[in-house]
């Protein structure tokens, strides 16, 4: 079974600073990872997501996310935040079996303060 | 291009009746999702369809079902409704072929808000 955890309910920042969005793993298997955004009374939006190669990779509105292997991790990042980051963030695991379905983590909740 | 639409955006029904939700994916998109979320359980995986056939499901009850037409719009119905139920139901699409699924982010939906009073 696939499953996917996101340690910290909330994550406070002031505007300008780093932001980290933690995520940790656990499949059977080489996993497809994936990171989504969704605004109040939204769906979830596509940030970015990781299948093979780099470890770090780049996606939307600034964000990145580096895969960690060893430590089961993909922990998504913002070298500046903006108030309007301020949102509920979701990791999500895929794994290339017969399995179609995302297992999402809990989700994050950021709020980014100015 | 347009994106995943599902109607209707909110809904209130009372408990023990019956709801059809409906999604329509991306034009080419042939594999469509759904998945609940609510506050205590978070986002669950409900069932997923490619080419009016089911291929996965999840962990609910008979009273959730699906099916897919074959112009890949997609319908979840739900019946005697629960207090439970109520819940932001979310469709999300991709193309559907093996390779182009797993690998390809998910498209989703704005969700349907269903109210269970």
């Known amino acids: 079974a696939q499953s996917v955890a996101q340690p910290e309910d909330q994550v406070n920042v002031a505007e300008g600073n780093p932001l980290t969005v933690k995520c940790t793993y656990s499949?059977?298997?080489?996993?497809?990872l994936f990171w989504y955004v969704q605004y109040p009374n939204r769906g979830l939006q596509f940030l970015l997501k990781?299948?093979?190669?780099?470890?770090l990779v780049k996606g939307s509105y600034g964000f990145e996310a580096e895969f960690n292997k060893s430590q089961t991790s993909f922990h998504l990042k913002k070298p500046s935040a903006l108030v309007s980051d301020s949102a509920l963030y979701f990791c999500?695991?895929?794994?290339?079996?017969?399995?179609?379905?995302?297992?999402f983590g809990a989700g994050t909740t950021v709020t980014v303060r100015a | 291009k347009a994106g995943v639409t599902q109607t209707p955006r909110y809904l209130i029904k009372t408990r023990g009746q019956q709801v059809t939700l409906s999604c329509s994916p991306i034009?080419?998109?042939?594999?469509v999702s759904w998945y609940q979320q609510t506050p205590g359980q978070g986002l669950q995986f409900l069932f997923e369809?490619?080419?009016?056939?089911?291929?996965n499901k999840g962990n609910f009850p008979g009273r959730f079902s699906g099916r897919q037409f074959s112009n890949s719009r997609s319908e979840m119905n739900v019946s005697t409704l629960e207090l439970g139920d109520s819940a932001l139901y979310l469709c999300?699409?991709?193309?559907?072929?093996?390779?182009?699924?797993?690998?390809?982010?998910?498209?989703f939906g704005q969700g349907t808000r269903l109210t269970v009073v």
């Open positions: 999300a699409s991709t193309p559907g072929l093996l390779t182009g699924t797993l690998n390809t982010e998910a498209f």
């Open positions: 499949v059977s298997g080489n996993p497809y």
């Open positions: 990781y299948i093979t190669g780099d470890n």
């Open positions: 999500a695991v895929r794994v290339p079996s017969n399995d179609y379905k995302l297992s």
């Open positions: 034009s080419g998109h042939r594999s």
């Open positions: 369809y490619f080419s009016e056939t089911q291929r």
